[in-house]
Nanobody, 115 residues
Framework: QVQLVESGGGLVQAGGSLRLSCVARGSVFTIESMGWYRQAPGKQRELVATVSDSRTNYQDSVKGRFTISRENTMNTVYLQMNSLKPEDTAVYYC??????????WGKGTLVTVSS
């Protein structure tokens, strides 16, 4: 069983920064990718950024502002968020996608950006 534990959410003013962390614990054997998704009130969950091996992928709206990184030895993924905007307000979920096709999710961490 795999458990994803997120941390780092909170309240920040527009233009500020936050860093999210996610640690994968348990039977973590074959990680194809790790990433972050978010869900704003009344909206569907959407991809923010993913990292697999050395490749990264970002949603267009966060390119140049957010940076995803991964520490393989500790099964940890980070999301550095700079120049935050009110529209970035959402619950952010950590995701682990295994080579067997199974997706694991964290419980989510709330990011609130005030104007």
């Amino acid at each position: 069983q795999v458990q994803l534990v997120e941390s780092g959410g909170g309240l920040v003013q527009a233009g500020g920064s936050l860093r999210l962390s996610c640690v994968a614990r348990g039977s973590v054997f074959t990680i194809e990718s790790m990433g972050w998704y978010r869900q704003a009130p009344g909206k569907q969950r959407e991809l923010v950024a993913t990292v697999s091996d050395s490749r990264t992928n970002y949603q267009d709206s966060v390119k140049g502002r957010f940076t995803i990184s991964r520490e393989n030895t500790m099964n940890t993924v980070y999301l550095q968020m700079n120049s935050l905007k009110p529209e970035d307000t959402a619950v952010y979920y950590c995701n682990l996608h295994s080579y067997s096709g199974i997706d694991y999710w964290g419980k989510g961490t709330l990011v609130t950006v005030s104007s």
